[in-house]
Structure formats: C-alpha cells, structure tokens
C-alpha cells in the first residue's frame, strides 16, 4: 500500500508544542516596580518549572533602588511564596541562582557599561551565548533614554548573539510622540528586534480566535455583513483606578484599553486570513483593518463614543469611592473611566457592521469578551415566539471562565410549538487537563524564541493612534455631554451608550 501523504497546512504549524527557549540574559529596567515582581518574576518561574526555560539563564535587575542582589531575590520570593499555593523553596533555590541587581539611574552611562561587563562574564561562566533581552518595565518617559544609551553602550549588536528590546506599553501618549518613539528605537535596534507588548496578546483566549477562525472551515462562510448583524466587544473591570491615578489621569481608558488590548481584539476578529502563520504575515492583516477604520470627525463623533466616569457607589456590597475622590486624582477630574466606541470598517467583508466596543472601570463585574451577534432568519416563522427567541450569538470569553457559547433557538419540549433560547458551550475549565497559561508566560517565551507573532509592529501602534486621535482631542477639549460623574460605581455605565445602538435589536449585553 502506497504510504498516504499527509498535506501540511501552513496554519497548523503554529501548533507546535515543544518550544525550549535559548540559554540567555534577561535584562529588567524597572526592576523593583510592581510588574516585575507580580507578574514577569512569576511568570518565568511557571517557565522553570514548566522545564521551558533556557538551561542557561541570567536575570539582571536595574532600576534606581538601592538594594543588594539578596534583596532583589528576597523580594521577588517572598511575593511569590505568598501567591503560589505550591511554593517550593528548593526550586525557587535553583531558579533564582543566576539573579543579579545593578542599582542605578537610567540616565547613567556608567550603569551602561557595567551592565555590558557584567553581562560579558555571565555569557562566560554560564554560557549564556551573547543572547539579551532588555525589558523595559519602566515609566514611558525613560524609554528613549534607556534605548539610546543601551545603543551607545553597543548593547543592541548582535554581533556575538541576539539582542532584542521588549517595550511595555504605554507605547506612546499620542499619534506624534508613538511615531516619535518608533523613530528612536529604531535609531538603535532593528524592526526584528522590537517586541511591543500588549499582554492581551498573550491571553490563551485571544490568541485562540486565530486557531477558531482559521483551523475550523465553518465559520468563515458567514463571518461577514451578510451573516453578522454586530459585533460587541467588552472589557469591563469592577476595580477602580487604585493606586495608579498619576498615570491613569493623563491616559484615561482611552489611551489604557482601546488603543492597543481592545483594537488588537477587533484585528484579530476582523482580519483576513493571513497567507502564512508568520509574525508578519498576521500583522500585515491586523494592520489593514486598523487602517480600515472609518475616520471619526468632530461630527460623527458626537454620536459614534460615549464616555463616562464613576461616581461613588457599591460593589458587593461595599461602598466604594467615586474617581474624583481617589487618592491622587483631581476632584474636578474630566478623565474618561468608560468609553463605548461605535466603529465601522470600511472593508468589503464588513461595511456597514458595527463593531461595538465598550471598557470600563467599576462595572459590576470583571468580565472580557467578544460576542458575534448575528442577523434574524430572513422571515420570521414562529410570531408568537418573539419574545423567547433571540437572534444567535457567537461569545468568546476571554475571561474568566475561557470559553466559547453559542446561543442558539431551540424548541421547549411539548405539544405547543414553543421557542427558546439555549447555550452550546466550550469551557477550556472542563476541556482541557491543562490550565491557560498567564500571558507574560507566553510573551517572555516567545521573545526568547524570537517569535513577534504576538507582538506589536511600529506601523500598528501608529495607525492605531490614528484611528483613535480624533476621539481623544474631542474628549480633550470639549466638557462631557452629561457632567462628570455620570455612572454610579456597580452599574453597567451611562445610559447615553444605550441611545448609540440605534436598533431595537440591538443591546449591550450584561456579561
Ligand atoms: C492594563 C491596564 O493594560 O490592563 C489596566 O493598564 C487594566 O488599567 C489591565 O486593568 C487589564 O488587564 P487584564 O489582564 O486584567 O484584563
């Protein structure tokens, strides 16, 4: 019998599992902040553990603190012995061994250069290859200047080994200071060499609409306008602006969510099958949509976005403070905390499809997803059923509880011919022996990899920015329509989000 010949589809080659990262130095600006501590530190120890990370591996630590490399490691421990119900001291033991700290200023050249020499002799004694990673988990408002005395100290070569830089977001404030920013990275590290990071990216659920879409055949033939009536997007937390007011009074949930979590959701929903699964491949298909987006004007956006902002209120039960009356934010504040933003691409698979995308703080619940509403059957058979049948939705819960549900009509068993709506659901809980992995654990490892698949390119951020600038100069300029605050903490938002759906058909849904 001839052997059968197994097709590859270029699709599934992303599939793999598998993946060992290369022996290398990572390098964190930042390094006594809260991410580091509560999330990248964690997230490469699941690596350890996991048996993923490289045999060889150095972390340097850098920021201002002035702490020995004991400290650092007592830090970094003591948290995740507290977060990590099986905390094993014996592994922590093994997994910190290579962890140093280099305190200084980020505008100190000196730092630099010690930081070359210290990284010279860990290449050396653990056989780290000239592999690096810079990581900046700093304030936005040192990156040009760590990168460009990173490149002044030839650390972005990658004469020895491969040199990259991942860059946490906030990329940029604004279209100009993004494009800015692109410009001086670029003066010192090639695009290959740039990791933007949105950590939605990373979330197992997100990066399962590429697998959803484009391993299955049945979904494509009606993800359109012909089949689709909208499409929701939802990011809604119930905690309020907490300790992060400096930050979060100049950026709003604009600049915080939509910019780069939300719209890379939308991209991956809304993008073409990309012709191979490569990183550029999938950005050059996210980048069209982000460029298709229809541009707001002073006009349309009076009634495509509506904003808003938190009073005081109650969440289970507790009563919770107003954003005007957190600590560190202005009392009289015009800082947006919701946004709901009606957007039409100007594509032929979605012209005339809104996608309806909505965030806030201090909604009753915390809750990510996206929900494919779509259209009526053409003609309407079961009249006295209207009001327990309902159009059929698609939800991709991205958190918690991952999974997918289809609703769809069915009959209620019985004599009478009675309609109602059912759930057919896929939980990653009850699917899979394996849990989801966090997201950092996914990015660290694929920036080890060299794999920008799930990062963002320079031309992203900036056509992004783009899209979204005519809504920020409108909100920066103009007083709110409905005086500040306009929704209680604990209700889903201001009432003037309803009045944007503009169909009766159409509601946001309660997630
Ligand atoms: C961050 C925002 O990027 O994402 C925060 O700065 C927000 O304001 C957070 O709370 C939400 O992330 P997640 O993973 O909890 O949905």
Redesign the pocket.
């Known amino acids: 019998m001839p052997t059968p010949v197994l097709l590859e589809n270029p699709l599934r080659q992303g599939l793999s599992s598998g993946r060992t990262a290369p022996p290398c130095s990572l390098v964190i600006y930042g390094a006594s902040g809260d991410l580091t501590v509560r999330k990248l530190v964690p997230a490469l120890f699941e690596l350890y553990e996991k048996h993923l990370l490289p045999v060889s591996f150095n972390l340097i630590g850098i920021s201002r603190s002035v702490i020995s490399d004991e400290d650092f490691r007592k830090k970094l421990k003591d948290f995740l012995a507290k977060a990590k119900p099986q905390f094993s001291e014996a592994v922590w033991n093994s997994f910190s061994q290579n962890f140093h700290y280099i305190a200084g200023g980020y505008d100190d050249f000196k730092v630099y250069q010690a930081l070359s020499a210290r990284l010279d002799e860990l290449d050396e004694k653990n056989g780290t290859m000239g592999n690096r990673i810079f990581y900046l988990s700093t304030p936005p408002n040192v990156f040009e200047v760590i990168i460009s005395n990173l490149g002044a100290a030839g650390l972005a070569k990658e004469d020895k080994g491969f040199s990259r830089v991942v860059i946490e977001?906030p990329f940029g404030h604004d279209l100009e200071s993004a494009k800015e920013l692109n410009v001086k990275v670029r003066e010192v590290f090639k695009e290959h060499q740039i990791y933007r990071i949105?950590?939605?990216l990373g979330?197992e659920t997100v990066q399962n609409f590429l697998v959803m879409r484009f391993a299955n055949s049945i979904f494509e033939p009606i993800w359109n306008r012909r089949h689709v009536d909208h499409i929701q997007i939802t990011?809604s937390?119930d905690?309020g602006?907490g300790t992060?007011a400096g930050?979060?009074e100049s950026?709003g949930i604009l600049r915080?969510?939509f910019q780069?979590?939300l719209f890379q959701v939308m991209c991956l929903i809304a993008m073409e099958p990309p012709v191979t699964f490569e990183a550029n491949a999938i950005r050059d298909e996210k980048l069209k949509i982000l460029q298709a987006i229809r541009p707001f004007d002073e006009h349309s956006v009076k009634h495509l976005a509506v904003r808003g902002q938190y009073g005081p209120g109650f969440l289970a039960g507790q009563k919770v403070p107003g954003y005007r009356e957190e600590e560190g934010v202005n009392p009289k504040s015009n800082t947006p905390t919701y946004a709901a933003i009606k957007i039409f691409l100007d594509t032929w698979r979605w012209h005339g499809v809104p996608f309806l995308l909505r965030s806030a703080?201090r909604l009753p619940k915390?809750t990510?997803e996206a929900a494919i509403q779509f259209k009526e059957p053409p003609n309407l058979l079961f009249k006295n059923n209207l009001n327990t049948l309902t159009p059929n939705v698609l939800i991709i819960r991205?958190?918690p509880d991952e999974g997918i549900t289809l609703k769809f009509d069915t009959k209620v068993p019985g004599m009478t011919m009675e309609g109602r709506t059912v759930n057919m659901d896929f939980r990653y809980g009850t699917s899979f022996a394996e849990g989801t992995s966090e997201?950092y654990e996914r990015l660290l490892l694929d920036c080890m990899l060299g794999d920008a698949t799930l990062f963002i390119r320079g031309d992203e951020a900036e056509a992004a920015w783009a899209a979204l600038m005519p809504v920020i100069h409108h909100w920066e300029t103009t007083e709110p329509e409905t005086p500040f605050p306009n929704y209680e903490a604990g209700t889903w938002g201001p009432v003037e989000a309803d009045n944007m759906l503009e169909r009766p058909w159409r509601h946001w849904r309660k997630v």
Do not use: G, P, S, W
Request: proline fraction near 0%; charged fraction near 35%; aromatic fraction near 14%.
């Open positions: 977001k949105d950590h939605y979330k990011a937390e905690l602006v992060r930050y979060y950026a915080d969510m780069n979590h703080k915390r990510t991205i958190q997201a």
